[in-house]
């Protein structure tokens, strides 16, 4: 049996869940399909527990509803998983789960997205066609560890991010978080305040690290700012707070760019280091910084500066990647490592009706603009057949 739809939308993050939602407001029908066994699965699961919203509220905000007026302006993991739940309440949205997407291939004597997969709670394949595929699987989709030599005989723990909720378990241990971006960051001050003897490798291969390291009220006045004023004239603003309130961190491996961090994540889709606290438990020498790995032996790492330190356990904070391209052989909008051809803000739309929704390397600000975006193509499309 074929289900047939509308738009298939394939993950159901919050990518997927505002496609759905807006799609809904305007009674375009569409099914979700989610490999895991709820929506939102790597906030739940996937997610440490001091983790809090990085950016402002107004710019974490999925389509047509705002978080409610009591919450702080930067909000916890769990009240954002609250306006999550409230969120698919209120538009109806209902996603298939535990449907692990196989192949996708688009058929032109029928127009149609042609998408079968595994309906991995009852072990049976199913088929599903529609006229719009909406891919919101987002950058994130699965966790990516680089190969070091000796990695595999490592005598310890080893884990990503992404398998990490708190710091219990590791008092009194040695560790060694591997990068240094706003997860390293955080997960390296949270071992800290557990009682760990927390390390965090910062630097690239050859040199310091290129970074901005801001406070997140810095980011949210920047971001206002940026409505009213050229990115240079803020990125110059903030660079010089950061001077003024970090000092001078090149000393520990961390070198302020040339360009600012608005351009960068504009240009590049590369986030700043927003600090929980991290720099100062460095300064402070609770939290050492170390150069980068060269091989591991048992429990012992060498560093490229020919030093060795033992460990117990290691946490690669060391980003994610995308999986589309294990199931979406087409090539019509996706690059080889799973990324839209396009950049930025042209990036969301492909042809023969295919989209992607959080690909953006913008949060969840980037997320709802997209999903605003393809359901209004998807609509001014569907007027005119």
């Given amino acids: 049996m074929k289900h047939e739809t509308t738009v298939l939308i394939v993950g159901a993050g919050p990518a997927g869940i505002s496609t759905s939602a807006c799609l809904n407001l305007k009674n375009i029908p569409n099914i979700v399909l989610e490999r895991d066994d709820s929506f939102a699965s790597l906030w739940k699961k996937r997610s440490y527990d001091r983790l809090k919203l990085h950016l402002a509220s107004q710019f974490c905000e999925l389509p047509y ?23 698919v309440f209120h538009f109806n949205v209902n996603p298939l789960h535990q449907r692990d997407v196989e192949s996708a291939i688009f058929d032109n004597a029928d127009g149609k997205w042609h998408v079968k997969v595994m309906n991995v709670e009852n ?19 699965e966790g990516f560890v680089p190969k070091i030599e000796g990695l595999d005989g490592f005598g310890g723990k080893i884990m990503h991010s992404s398998e990490y909720a708190n710091g219990k378990s590791f008092e009194e241990k040695d560790v060694l978080v591997v990068g240094c971006g706003n997860s390293g960051m955080e997960i390296a001050y949270d071992l800290s305040n557990w009682g760990a003897r927390t390390s965090i490798v910062v630097r690239s291969p050859v040199s310091s690290l290129l970074v901005h390291v801001l406070t997140k009220e810095m980011v949210q006045v920047g971001m206002f700012l940026l ?60 939290v050492k910084v170390l150069p980068s790995i060269k091989k591991i032996k048992g429990n012992y790492i060498k560093f490229i500066d020919g030093k060795r330190k033992r460990f117990d356990a290691l946490i690669f904070a060391t980003g994610y990647k995308s999986t589309v391209t294990k199931w979406l052989k087409d090539g019509v909008l996706f690059n080889e490592n799973g990324m839209p051809k396009k950049r930025s803000p042209s990036h969301w739309k492909g042809e023969k009706g295919i989209y992607c929704v959080g690909f953006a390397s913008a949060g969840l600000f980037g997320i709802s603009s997209d999903a605003k975006n393809v359901v209004e193509d998807i609509s001014r499309i569907l007027m005119h057949v």
């Fill in 65 to 87: 509803m705002s978080f409610p007026p009591n919450l702080p302006t930067f909000i916890s993991k769990n009240d954002f998983l609250e306006y999550l739940e409230t969120y």
């Fill in 227 to 286: 409505k009213y004023i050229p990115c240079n004239i803020v990125d110059q603003m903030v660079m010089m707070l950061s001077k003024l309130t970090y000092g001078d961190l090149s000393v520990f491996g961390l070198k302020r760019p040339n360009k600012g961090p608005f351009y960068l994540k504009k240009i590049t889709g590369k986030s700043p280091v927003i600090d929980v606290g991290t720099v100062d438990k460095i300064k402070q020498k609770q």
């Fill in 123 to 141: 072990n049976v394949v199913e088929y599903y066609a529609a006229k719009f595929l909406v891919v919101a699987t987002g950058e994130n989709s």
